[in-house]
C-alpha cells in the first residue's frame, strides 16, 4: 500500500490495520493532524490499541514527536535531505526487485519507451501516422517489437503481450530514422 496524502479517493478502503509494516513520512501525529474520528486516525487507534502483534512502524521525521519514540526506527532526517532516503529507497527496491513485477509490466508507466538521446517518452504518434499523443509505446518480448498502449481504455492493443521492464532497444520512427531507446 502507498499512501501520498489522505484522504484517498480509492474503490478499496485503505486498510492500515492489515500492514505488516506502516511508514509515516512526516505525519508524526495522525491523532492530531486529523480529527480524532476520520478514518486514518481510527485505523491508527485500533493499530496502536490491539494485543499481540503489531506492525512495524517507521517514522521518518526529523522532530521526536507523536510516534516516533514508538517507531523503530525513527528516522530523524535534516529538512529537505528526505528526497535523498526516497531515492535510496527506489534503487533498493529496484535493485532487488522487491516489487510486484506482474503489477509493474501491466498496471505501472515504467513499461513505456524512452528515448535515449533525450529522454523523452515515445508516443504512438513517433512511430505512425494513425498514433496519437495520449497512447505510449513498448517493447514485446514475445514479439521482440513495438507494441501499442491504449491510455482511453488502459490496456494493450495487443491481446498478448509481455512488456519489457529493463534493457535497450531499436526503436523506428515514422521518418525512417531509429533510435535507442530503454
Not at 533498493?92 to 506482474?102: A, G, H, M, Q, R
Request: aromatic share 14%.
Amino acid at each position: 500500500l502507498s499512501m501520498c496524502g489522505w484522504p484517498l479517493e480509492l474503490a478499496m478502503p485503505v486498510t492500515p490495520e492489515y500492514a505488516k509494516t506502516i511508514v509515516l513520512w512526516g505525519t508524526r501525529r495522525p491523532g492530531e493532524v486529523y480529527a480524532p474520528q476520520s478514518p486514518l486516525s481510527r485505523s491508527f487507534q485500533s493499530i496502536l490499541n490491539r494485543d499481540g502483534w503489531k506492525p512495524r512502524i517507521i517514522c521518518i521525521d526529523p522532530v521526536c514527536a507523536g510516534l516516533a519514540p514508538e517507531s523503530e526506527p525513527w528516522l530523524n532526517l535534516y529538512p529537505g535531505t528526505d528526497v535523498y532516503l526516497a531515492l535510496t529507497w527506489i534503487n533498493l527496491v529496484i535493485e532487488n526487485k522487491w516489487y510486484n513485477e506482474d503489477f509493474v509490466k501491466y498496471w505501472s508507466n515504467a513499461v513505456f519507451l524512452v528515448r535515449k538521446e533525450d529522454n523523452h517518452i515515445i508516443r504512438t504518434e513517433d512511430i505512425s501516422d494513425e498514433g496519437n499523443n495520449d497512447d505510449f509505446i513498448v517493447w514485446d518480448n514475445l514479439t521482440n517489437g513495438v507494441v501499442w498502449w491504449n491510455s482511453d481504455e488502459n490496456k494493450y492493443f495487443n491481446e498478448s503481450v509481455d512488456p519489457a521492464l529493463n534493457g535497450e532497444f531499436e526503436v523506428t520512427f515514422k521518418d525512417g530514422s531509429k533510435a535507442m531507446c530503454y
